[in-house]
């Protein structure tokens, strides 16, 4: 996989943007010091998801809004400004100067987006300040009943000698599960055809159906259906194994050396305005949300882990995965559509 120096830059402009960010414009200086005194906040805040309702990042953004709310004093309203893949969201989020305005967002429109879309009207180190992240899932390696390998190994050596016989689904191009089974092909050699679907339901009915043999899946989906016999499970896509999938064993247990460690995931952040001492709280209050045993068995439930983080590890995990999909975006070519 290529690799990209500017990424460096880029990462170091990200973990130091929590510092930067802090000094203002003289126009947002009144909003931004009343958020950082001692009693922020004084009215509502406005979580905005860039994604529908019923979506897991609104799942995730209402298990939290409501304990949080708790915890400051004052509600916190989940508002759903959905379009173009999530970043019509972020981007309300990084023009908001009011001290007030937090978004919850996928992965995608913090580390993906801009490569796909050059287009894409915000700058993630620029304009956003990170502050925790909320869960993490593996995709799931499926494929359907007529693959005859049994097993994860089974899979890779059955796979590399079909060529470009084998085809696989995927939620779109640049999507999560489009770009892991590209990064699995540069590990390993498979050369399996891109097959592209409105989502991950008619992903799994393709599969069902062996109109299509494999797919990087949501947990959610695949586990249910390889319980009732429908999907074969050859393995999770992050390094250690998730709990919501029984022994199927990370893919990167097979590839000896190589990394393959992928998760989808989740984030609170805000506009680069927000001051750091109310990022960091926000971050305290939702860590300690996350880890109470409740929220943990919902949104495991779901298919999630929850995480929790401070500002630094999240703008890290941001400029991380962000170099390692744009290398995999320019080696396939990769664009939304």
């Known amino acids: 996989m290529h690799t990209d120096p500017d990424f460096s830059s880029r990462g170091r402009r990200l973990l130091c943007g929590t510092l930067a960010a802090s000094v203002l414009p003289a126009s947002l200086a009144p909003a931004a010091a009343s958020a950082a005194a001692g009693n922020w906040p004084q009215k509502p805040l406005r979580l905005i998801v860039g994604f529908p309702p019923g979506s897991s990042p609104d799942m995730l953004a209402r298990a939290v809004a409501e304990p949080l709310g708790q915890a400051l004093g004052q509600p916190v309203i989940v508002d759903n400004k959905v379009g173009a893949a999530g970043s019509i969201g972020v981007a309300s989020v990084a023009r908001a100067t009011d001290g007030y305005t937090i978004g919850l967002t996928g992965n995608g429109p913090l580390t993906t987006a801009k490569a796909l879309t050059p287009s894409t009207p915000y700058d993630v180190a620029r304009d956003?300040?990170?502050?925790s992240l909320v869960a993490t899932s593996p995709f799931v390696l499926a494929g359907s009943m007529a693959m005859p390998a049994a097993d994860l190994r089974g899979f890779l050596e059955f796979a590399k000698a079909q060529g470009d016989k084998l085809s696989y689904g995927s939620i779109g191009p640049g999507s999560g599960s489009h770009l892991a089974m590209e990064l699995l092909k540069t590990h390993t050699g498979i050369r399996a055809v891109h097959v592209p679907f409105p989502g991950f339901p008619q992903v799994a009915t393709a599969l069902m159906g062996k109109q299509i043999d494999l797919s990087f899946m949501i947990p959610s989906i695949a586990v249910p259906q390889a319980k009732n016999g429908r999907l074969r499970l050859y393995g999770v896509s992050t390094a250690a194994a998730f709990p919501g999938s029984g022994d199927?064993?990370?893919?990167?247990?097979?590839l000896d050396r190589q990394r393959f460690d992928v998760a989808s995931w989740n984030a609170v952040f805000g506009p680069a305005s927000l001051p750091a001492p109310v990022a960091e709280r926000l971050s305290q209050e939702i860590a300690r949300i996350l880890q109470t045993s409740e929220v943990k068995q919902r949104l495991l439930e779901q298919g999630w882990l929850a995480?929790?983080?401070?500002p630094g590890v999240l703008a890290h995990k941001i400029a991380e995965d962000t170099a390692m999909w744009g290398g995999v975006i320019r080696l396939t070519g990769a664009r939304a559509e």
């Open 128 to 131: 956003l300040r990170p502050i």
């Open 248 to 254: 199927v064993p990370p893919i990167q247990s097979a």
């Open 307 to 310: 995480a929790g983080s401070a």
